[in-house]
């Protein structure tokens, strides 16, 4: 079995993640050997970013790739597939919420590669310590995700579909809505006319603090205590409905843990 | 003038902010005289991790400090302050959302000395880079307090008590509402036996995002992409009301911004 460098990697589609996927790829010694994507100028600045070629057109996609990691919109991915049917070499997606079944009946083998991580396409990020959740069909596919995995972050967790679609959810809680609170709060400086960034040694802080200590016990302010005056206050403070629902919804919860 | 390091510093309350303060004054050269706290088994826990004696009766309270910092609850502030009445110096609380009038016509001198930032006993946190905001009835304690604040953070801003009980309400959504949603997030993944902790390194890089990007500009997700077959699948798995209702509620704020 040759070296996993020098195995043949196809990157299926050029979005937020195979952009930061591609580029830990190759830090890490592997050689990629084609990009598609169906619209050229994605596809462009990818293959500018890793120095290697594009196609965007499916008939020009490699036939004897070891493995194509397949990373595009949730909705597109059933499409997608559907043309890759002959290929030969382990077809992967990264998805948290779609099932390995996906590719069942249209793929020789197939598997998943679910990196635990928020991506965006100018945020360059270290792949090492990302928790990366592994699928496949056969063992021995298994085994080739995992040297893959390892080498990138050295987290890497075999895990059944039915598992990970609870990772994806709890990413939105902990990830997207998190940051939704974010920008709440940095609403109510900005409508004073105060600098948002005032919170970010808080937002540092409170993201750090979990390391060491579980969130359930982490939790401070004036719900936790069930200070009702500042409660009341706060809920005079603020002008509109929706920050008004969520503030009472939230801090509701956090009293009934 | 004396030099500001040879102030005589009494701390009134045993509390998160005070031992943290506490030990931030000591660390930058200045001297804390003498510790109150109405429970000795507090006060004896910060005297002696901050090597200064403490009190417990208000007769005790040393009469000629230049500066007293107040940080005990909220709702226990007007009587400390009552008790303080006979004092010389320049008596400041710490509350994000006190006005500084609760002092007048019971005390002298009087300000607000409130750092931005979440604060536990057990967690010792560098006071660099938090911002300070301060406020006092008069020019000279104003620039008294000025110099304290920027000995230990260098961020400095003199704000009203009308503008910081916004800061205080912006870091309830920033810090105490986003750790729930990371509570949530645990939750989640505790139901299906997996650990907490993989979010870990998602956390971190939501909240180290936002040092660079806009939260609103930063925002990922199901929500943001209106994907409804995300949604809708997601509030299938989750099965108890709260955080239903919680998922839906956000989700909608965020699909709204």
Redesign the interface.
């Known amino acids: 079995m040759k070296p996993i460098q020098n195995h043949k990697i196809v990157l299926i589609g050029a979005g937020n993640v195979n952009t930061q996927l591609g580029q830990a790829l190759i830090q890490n010694g592997f050689t990629i050997s084609q990009i598609y994507n169906r619209s050229a100028s994605s596809a462009q600045v990818l293959s500018e970013k890793l120095q290697v070629p594009f196609v965007t057109s499916e008939e020009q996609i490699l036939k004897d790739a070891d493995i194509y990691i397949i990373s595009v919109k949730?909705?597109a991915l059933l499409s997608v597939i559907s043309k890759l049917d002959h290929l030969e070499g382990l077809c992967v997606h990264t998805a948290g919420?779609v099932p390995m079944d996906i590719f069942k009946g249209k793929i020789k083998r197939f598997g998943v590669f679910y990196p635990?991580?928020?991506f965006?396409k100018d945020?360059d990020?270290s792949f090492s310590?990302?928790?990366v959740f592994i699928e496949a069909a056969n063992k021995q596919d298994i085994e080739f995700l995992q040297e893959i995995a390892l080498r990138l972050s050295g987290k890497v967790?075999v895990l059944s579909s039915e598992?990970r679609?609870?990772?994806?959810?709890?990413?939105?809680?902990?990830?997207?809505?998190?940051?939704?609170?974010?920008?709440?709060?940095?609403q109510?400086?900005e409508?004073?006319g105060?600098s948002?960034d005032?919170?970010?040694?808080?937002?540092?802080?409170?993201?750090?603090?979990?390391?060491?200590?579980?969130?359930?016990k982490?939790?401070?302010?004036?719900?936790?205590r069930y200070?009702q005056?500042?409660i009341k206050?706060?809920m005079a403070?603020?002008t509109d409905d929706?920050k008004r629902?969520?503030?009472r919804?939230?801090s509701d919860?956090?009293h009934?843990?």
């Open positions: 949730d909705d919420s635990l991580q928020t965006s945020r990020i310590g990302i928790p967790n598992k679609k609870y990772l994806h959810l709890a990413a939105v809680f902990a990830c997207n809505f998190a940051n939704h609170m974010y920008t709440l709060g940095s109510v400086l409508e004073q105060l948002w005032f919170l970010l040694p808080l937002i540092e802080e409170t993201a750090a603090k979990v390391k060491t200590i579980h969130p359930s982490a939790q401070t302010g004036p719900a936790v200070d005056t500042i206050k706060h403070m603020l929706n629902k969520i503030y919804l939230v919860s956090i009934g843990e």
